[in-house]
């Protein structure tokens, strides 16, 4: 197989080890727990808490999962564009939509 | 068998024979011949539907099929020219084949995937065939498959839509493997701007693949369990909102239109400089306008939905983007002329097709233009004069760019060269016939033809008899296109590596090439149009 | 230049590996949002009617599900670390607790969903059709959502099964533990939209 890595990103030898231990992982299952606690406080404050609630903590477990469980932390620079790409090209559809459906 | 006499992709040298070794074979230069001869296949058939829809708008044929036939007939050519013929064309056939010889690679990154995803589409094609005969007779939706109607007619709605579900698992297993194809199996020494052009818009598609048809999967599964279980989306009875449907369906299908024409403009942009025998002017703007196409892109659906209740707010907003959108395309437009400015111009049969499709794209991208403004919109959605501008931009776009990617990578393909004359005498009804045909539409929608009507009233017929007239002269170049390569495929003089002169990596090779491609692996150290002194790859 | 990448010898890339498990689960995560881009654009519409049928959910199980796939997301992500230590027993434990909790998952799923279509709350029941349009909807996109959801947890369940398969025998290496990676991709998306639909059904009210 001919083959050139012109993006090496992600292949050094010293990332393959690259990880987290467990207790890193504990530490973070913790944190996703104790924020699921506190999503589900804040949802109860009202309407208004429970959206901001969503908008905030949601993605910050999000994050936590990606970076962590999915090593995300621990790739290159190209792993983490590939997402942001996606993630942005969400932003735009979500932004758009409400173009419209913020003034019906 | 091959030309020349050495063994090539075409020879059976594996431990299967015959047909087995083609549709079980993870050689992305076969795979991309199923694909074209599918591909093919589907355009005929649509172009057979197109054909009979003319004729049934001549006063004298209008009763050779009732309205909802009619209904069914338009629904069924967009479904099949669409998804089975603009969208997975030039990737599938020419993604396939060419991208890895034009990065100097031995496959695509994942081979058997390559394959598996020529058969979700062969069945999603299928599926959608089948709702043709089954059931209560073919879609009557039109391809766009608008709720409320999509979810209340007792045609076959949901199988068709199952189908083009299924097709675009094809599509996003192609856009995976080519991107990581482009990522990781770039010949040595070719950096990111040492690679042509057509990898370039090829990986520009491969992005909207990924991202953009999952949208339509989500509207599709939801379509079909609106109408299979009852769930209330997009059904107003139901509470939902048939607005939304607008939304879901044009997210998608409107980046999709970008995944048709990103590799007929990467096609031209490898034709143009081979026949100017000059590097190509603006490599950067072209590279990057390719991926400005594609982001950009996602940006503007709206404007499929001006006159159906979205707000103004938002009116004005996808109105402005779609201004902006045409900007990367006139870019490319630009260096394609400047590249042919003081070139020494070798006029090729590619290279008439080539500038064919400049003409004609720009007729088609200056009438979206013109429709992307508001108040022309009003007037304009709906009418025939949408129809003419897609059919420049999907047929005088993707089809000439897919026709003149066949008659520069013919020889290369299949080790033999076609007869120019006839590729030249070919052109002559094709060009006029389409301009006949579409022109005439343009000015029809301006007068106020609404599409998708079976009847219209009298004051339209010249119209429509001269594009009806105009169909088949278009449809006799047609034959005489494709005769010329039918026959040249078995029949025609043996082509050497480079018949063009061309000055990228796939004209180093043997035409057909061996099936690992590359008898040694190219090293790369330049970029990919030189011409002149020292020009050696 | 380098030599070694020109000659031609049998080598994996297991780079491009994982890149096409990311561009598959870019896929899988706009596939997703297409449900949500519809959730909004629908409660947007009817926020009163979504507050009603979110007071219907059982926010409980809701909460316990999300604590049990985080929980399944944790201990697959330990079998990982596990296999690259070469503690294989610790592994094929890890990735079995994982499928555990994964079906406990689908069991609290079916428990709740047979509820709710005891309550006359599914698609086509003549009780929902009586219900305000936004509280139709909103059982419609709960059912979609959540029942993808299930799908794909059977799926990543059943790709676990054979990875277990695979740790037991020792096909997968400590070193370059690819397929186990990727499963493991899959798995913490199927994770991660879950953390999205939570708030989305069981906090709307």
């Known amino acids: ?98 173009a419209d459906t913020a003034f019906h | 068998m091959s030309a020349a006499g050495h063994p090539s992709f075409l020879d059976d040298t594996g431990p299967r024979k015959g047909v087995l070794a083609w549709i079980l074979s993870t050689d992305h230069k076969r795979i991309g011949l199923l694909y074209l001869y599918a591909s093919l296949g589907f355009f005929f058939a649509g172009a057979l539907i197109g054909l009979v829809m003319r004729l049934v708008q001549l006063d004298r044929f209008h009763h050779l099929v009732g309205a909802q036939t009619y209904n069914a007939l338009f629904t069924v050519h967009g479904v099949v020219m669409i998804f089975l013929f603009v969208i997975p064309g030039l990737p599938a056939v020419f993604g396939n084949f060419m991208l890895p010889l034009l990065i100097g690679a031995q496959d695509v ?30 879609p009557d939706t039109g391809w766009s498959f608008y709720a409320p109607f999509s979810l209340r007619t007792g045609t ?10 299924v097709l675009g698992f094809s ?34 598609t491969s992005w909207i693949q990924v991202l953009a048809t999952p949208i339509l999967a989500t509207t599709l599964m939801l379509v079909m369990l609106e109408r299979i279980a009852g769930v209330g989306i997009f ?20 980046p999709a239109v970008y995944i048709m024409i990103l590799p007929a403009m990467g096609v031209i942009t490898e034709i143009l400089p081979t026949f100017a025998r000059r590097t190509i002017f603006g490599y950067k703007a072209i590279a990057f306008s390719s991926i400005g196409i594609a982001a950009v892109g996602s940006l503007v659906w709206g404007h499929h939905m001006f006159t159906s209740g979205m707000s103004p707010f938002a009116n004005l907003l996808f ?47 200056l009438t979206g233009v013109m429709q992307g403004a508001l108040a022309v919109n009003v007037h304009l959605h709906d009418t025939y004069f949408i129809v003419g501008h897609f059919h420049y931009v999907m047929f005088g ?141 | 230049m380098n030599l070694e990448a020109v000659l031609p010898h049998e080598h994996r890339d297991d780079f491009a590996g994982k890149l096409g498990m990311w561009l598959f689960l870019l896929t899988e995560i706009l596939f997703f949002s297409g449900l949500f881009l519809c959730y909004s654009y629908l409660r947007a519409k009817y926020p009163a009617d979504f507050h009603q049928a ?7 199980l809701g909460v316990a599900n999300t604590i049990v796939l985080l929980t399944s997301s944790l201990t697959l992500a330990a079998g990982i670390v596990a296999i690259q230590r070469r503690r294989r027993r610790l592994a094929l434990g890890c990735v079995l607790a994982t499928i555990l909790l994964g079906l406990v998952f689908l069991v609290d799923k079916a428990v709740e969903w047979t509820a709710e279509i005891h309550h006359g709350l599914y698609p086509g029941a003549s009780h929902l059709a009586r219900q305000p349009p936004g509280v139709q909807v909103f059982f419609g996109l709960y059912y979609t959502m959540t029942g993808l959801h299930g799908l794909h947890v059977i799926a990543g369940i059943s790709v676990l099964s054979v990875m277990a398969v695979w740790v037991a025998r020792g096909r997968i290496e400590p070193d370059r533990p690819l397929a186990l990676e990727n499963s493991g991709l899959f798995w913490h998306l199927v994770d991660v939209v879950w953390i999205f639909l939570l708030p989305l059904f069981y906090l709307a009210a």
């Open chain 1, 1 to 98: 197989m001919n083959e050139k890595y012109s993006d090496r990103s992600g292949v050094e030898p010293a990332d393959r080890h690259a990880g987290p231990g467990y207790s890193t992982l504990v530490a973070v299952w913790a944190a996703l727990v104790a924020l699921t606690g506190l999503l589900v406080l804040v949802s109860r404050a009202g309407q208004g808490a429970a959206v901001w609630g969503l908008l905030l903590i949601t993605p910050l477990k999000a994050s936590l999962v990606f970076y962590f469980f999915m090593h995300l932390k621990y790739e290159g620079l190209l792993l983490k564009t590939v997402l942001a790409v996606a993630l942005c090209t969400l932003v735009v559809f979500f932004t758009l939509l409400f």
């Open chain 2, 109 to 138: 990154a994942f081979p058997r995937l390559n394959l598996a995803s020529w058969y979700f589409y062969m069945a999603g094609a299928a599926i959608a065939l089948a709702s043709l005969f089954l059931g209560h007779g073919p």
């Open chain 2, 156 to 165: 076959n709605v949901t199988l068709a839509v199952f189908g083009a579900f």
């Open chain 2, 171 to 204: 599509s996003m297993l192609t856009g995976i493997n080519f991107i990581t194809t482009i990522h990781r199996l770039r010949a040595p020494g070719m950096t990111w701007f040492r690679m042509p052009l057509f990898p370039w818009s090829i990986y520009a």
């Open chain 2, 235 to 254: 059904d107003p009875a139901r509470g939902g909102d048939p607005l939304l449907y607008q939304h879901m369906f044009w997210i998608y299908s409107h």
């Open chain 2, 319 to 365: 109105s402005l983007l779609t201004m902006i959108v045409a900007v990367p395309s006139a870019i490319k437009v630009f260096n394609w002329t400047a590249t042919l400015y003081k070139g020494s111009i070798d006029f090729q049969p590619p290279l008439l097709y080539a500038l064919t499709f400049i003409f004609l794209f720009s007729i088609g991208g």
């Open chain 2, 397 to 537: 776009g993707t089809g000439f760019g897919f026709f003149a990617a066949l008659l520069y990578w013919f020889p290369k393909m299949f080790g033999r060269m076609y007869s120019k004359t006839a590729a030249w005498i070919a052109w002559v009804p094709m060009f006029i016939g389409f301009n006949m045909l579409y022109f005439t539409m343009l000015v029809l929608g301006l007068e106020g033809m609404p599409r998708r009507y079976y009847n219209h009233l009298p004051v339209f017929n010249t119209g429509h008899e001269v594009a009806t007239v105009g169909s088949w002269i278009l449809v006799l170049g047609l034959v005489i296109f494709f005769a010329n390569l039918a026959y040249a495929r078995f029949y025609g003089a043996e082509a050497g590596p480079a018949p063009w002169g061309g000055s990228t990596l796939e004209w180093t090779t043997p035409s057909p090439p061996p099936v690992e491609n590359f008898p040694e692996p190219p090293v790369v150290t330049r970029g990919p149009y030189v011409y002149g002194l020292g020009a050696r790859p």
């Open chain 3, 54 to 60: 979110g007071s219907d959910m059982n926010v409980v």
